[in-house]
């Protein structure tokens, strides 16, 4: 820099020297000529005097025209740093900072182009907020909003017109996203009333309903006004389907005690599924037409409620003294008082059972478990069963054993809900008017009694069966001994095998019954029931075996033909008497 502020000086004192020495040329010119036109010495002064001052006039003239240009700059400079530094401080950004040593004109130059750049951004930014002031009003207007909190004269900063962008933003997205929930409410809004047979009625259902969606305010009332408007319209319609539900079942009810015919019915099936105001009359008109035709029908309507209640009664394991504590069951005196009486009770049952419905459930459970198990207990101690020959019999084992396992764990699993269900309520869970547990064991020892009672029926056939043998072979022998004839003898032979042999099968044989429950030991429940199993293993006598070795020919088992030895005389009698008699 220092190096050309030297060479633009060497060269102006160049340029000056040249001036002065074609100044100095041109006067020795003009001396010349004047003296060759002879002009005198005088007017030759005069002349020089004139020429010095055309060129002093001359030189002052330009000397001022640079002295304005002078100011001008000055001025300039000092009108540009004025405006640059409110521009600065208008758009909040540091002051531009000059560049030391440089001349007057680039100082001038460098300060307008700043003050040029911070005008065209200053108006760039006013562009800006005039365009986001204008979409935030038209926000404010659909959603009922507050405008955004900025100086609308004022010059915005970048951060500034940010945050005033992002707003837009969101409000534009809250928009996008009520609007959204405006025609989702609307829509169904609609439906509803539809259902309903409604008609908007108000200025704002009609608004919403019949005016154009672009046009509906968006406020968070009006969303609100929306959602409180729907949730009226949705409890309508559930208390329209509630009582039509209610008058349906009623209907169906009704029909079933009446008898109504199934042509009668189907004519009706339209408002049995819809729940429309026109549904809710007809499901109305119906049910008054029916309470009428029960009125008429006053024996047969209490005779079938009487059969709602015995299946109740048996859904709830009532016991006898339960059922006849409803006294009005048994009364034969049938007036519409006692049909009353029948059906506050068919409720009071119902609403009982809906109380204890998991409960019920579960002992229904355990019950069909425990008849499964008894038939499979039948089935174990059944001799033809050998003569299976599809596998049903090892099925049936596996069957038997994890039901075994089972019912005990159904029991205590009934047996803590029952409790946690007695501690929740403060009262007792009663199975046929006894507790559940009682219940369990009741149907355990009438099991076991049961078991205790075949095994005695078949010990006394096992008895009867080795004393009739023993009885036959005496009575042969006694024949044959007092008659002389052979005939006779081999007649009364005939006699024997005829009348009683044949009745004895040789192919049906009963092997010992396995114990179930393999190695485990079993619930001390079930060791009772185990009992006749356990004493076959060990050798005890199986029901129709001998207890004295037999020969070929009375080598049989009486299962095949009679379980008990009671059942055998009567099926066998001719033969019985005839060996006794003889």
Same mark, same amino acid.
């Given at each position: 820099?220092?190096?050309?502020?030297?060479?633009?000086?060497?060269?102006?004192?160049?340029?000056?020297?040249?001036?002065?020495?074609?100044?100095? +040329?041109?006067?020795?010119?003009?001396k010349d000529i004047w003296e060759e036109i002879g002009i005198p010495e005088d007017q030759r002064l005069q002349r020089t005097n004139v020429v010095k001052s055309h060129i002093k006039n001359l030189l002052e003239m330009m000397i001022q025209e640079e002295e304005t240009l002078k100011k001008k700059l000055i001025s300039s400079i000092q009108s540009c740093c004025e405006k640059m530094e409110k521009l600065c401080v208008e758009l909040q950004v540091p002051v531009f900072e000059e560049e030391a040593g440089i001349s007057m004109l680039q100082k001038e130059k460098n300060i307008r182009t700043q003050v040029d750049f911070l005008t065209t951004e200053r108006a760039h930014r006013m562009q800006q907020l005039k365009d986001l002031?204008?979409?935030?009003? *038209?926000?404010?207007?659909?959603?009922?909003?507050?405008?955004?909190?900025?100086?609308p004269d004022s010059v915005p900063s970048l951060e500034q017109l940010k945050d005033f962008q992002q707003h837009i933003s969101n409000q534009n997205a809250e928009k996008e996203r009520r609007h959204a929930e405006f +025609?989702?409410?609307?829509?169904?809004?609609?439906?509803?009333? #539809?259902?309903? %047979?409604?008609?908007? %009625?108000?200025?704002?259902?009609?608004?919403?309903?019949?005016?154009?969606?672009?046009?509906?305010?968006?406020?968070?009332?009006?969303?609100?006004?929306?959602?409180?408007?729907?949730?009226?319209?949705? *409890?309508?319609?559930?208390?329209? #389907? =509630?009582?039509?539900?209610?008058?349906?079942?009623?209907?169906?009810?009704?029909?079933?005690?009446?008898?109504?015919? #199934?042509?009668?019915?189907?004519?009706?099936?339209?408002?049995?599924?819809?729940?429309?105001?026109?549904?809710?009359?007809?499901?109305?008109? *119906?049910?008054?037409?029916?309470?009428?035709? +029960?009125?008429?029908?006053?024996?047969?309507?209490?005779? =079938?409620i009487r059969s709602e209640i015995t299946v109740m009664w048996e859904k709830c394991f009532f016991s006898i003294d339960q059922r006849h504590a409803f006294a009005p069951y048994f009364s034969e005196d049938f007036t519409e008082e006692l049909l009353s009486l029948h059906d506050a009770e068919i409720l009071r049952l119902n609403q009982h059972f809906e109380d204890h419905k998991v409960l019920f459930e579960g002992v229904h459970r355990w019950e069909e478990s425990w008849r499964l198990f008894q038939e499979l207990e039948k089935k174990a101690t059944d001799p033809a069963r050998f003569t299976n020959r599809g596998g049903n019999l090892l099925k049936e084992e596996k069957q038997r054993s994890e039901l075994q396992r089972s019912l005990p764990k159904l029991e205590s699993k009934l047996k803590a809900e029952i409790d946690a269900w007695e501690n929740e309520q403060g009262r007792e869970f009663l199975v046929n008017n006894m507790k559940f547990l009682q219940y369990v064991e009741e149907q355990w020892e009438l099991h076991r009694q049961e078991k205790e009672r075949e095994k005695q029926e078949r010990v006394n056939m096992s008895t009867g069966i080795l004393t009739f043998s023993m009885f036959a072979e005496t009575r042969a022998h006694?024949?044959?001994?007092?008659?002389?004839?052979?005939?006779?003898?081999? =007649?009364?032979?005939?006699?024997?095998?005829?009348?009683?042999?044949?009745?004895?099968?040789?192919?049906?044989?009963? $092997?010992?019954?396995?114990t179930p429950g393999g190695s485990k030991p079993p619930h001390p429940r079930w060791r009772d029931c185990n +009992?006749?199993?356990?004493?076959?293993?060990?050798?005890? $006598?199986?029901?129709?075996?001998?207890?004295?070795?037999?020969?070929?020919?009375?080598?049989?088992?009486?299962?095949?033909?009679a379980s008990t030895y009671s059942e055998f005389v009567v099926i066998y009698p001719f033969s019985v008497v005839s060996l006794v008699t003889e």
């Open positions: 820099m220092t190096l050309n502020i030297k060479r633009n000086l060497a060269r102006s004192e160049v340029l000056a020297a040249e001036a002065v020495s074609c100044l100095n +040329k041109a006067l020795c010119h003009l002031l204008e979409q935030d009003r *038209e926000l404010c207007d659909i959603l009922c909003s507050l405008p955004y909190g900025i100086v +025609k989702d409410l609307k829509q169904q809004i609609i439906l509803h009333m #539809e259902e309903l %047979d409604h008609t908007p %009625d108000t200025t704002f259902e009609k608004d919403v309903v019949c005016e154009d969606e672009d046009n509906f305010c968006l406020s968070r009332d009006n969303i609100t006004a929306l959602k409180l408007l729907l949730c009226q319209l949705e *409890e309508r319609k559930a208390e329209n #389907e =509630a009582a039509c539900e209610t008058h349906r079942e009623k209907i169906q009810q009704l029909w079933d005690r009446l008898q109504v015919p #199934e042509e009668e019915r189907q004519a009706f099936d339209e408002h049995m599924v819809s729940s429309k105001k026109r549904n809710l009359q007809a499901l109305q008109s *119906e049910v008054h037409r029916l309470e009428e035709l +029960k009125l008429q029908n006053i024996c047969n309507v209490t005779d =079938a006694t024949l044959s001994s007092h008659t002389p004839n052979s005939t006779l003898r081999r =007649a009364s032979h005939r006699v024997l095998q005829s009348d009683v042999i044949p009745f004895f099968s040789t192919s049906t044989q009963v $092997p010992a019954v396995r +009992k006749e199993n356990a004493a076959q293993v060990k050798g005890s $006598p199986l029901s129709g075996a001998l207890l004295t070795p037999a020969s070929p020919q009375r080598n049989f088992s009486m299962a095949s033909v």
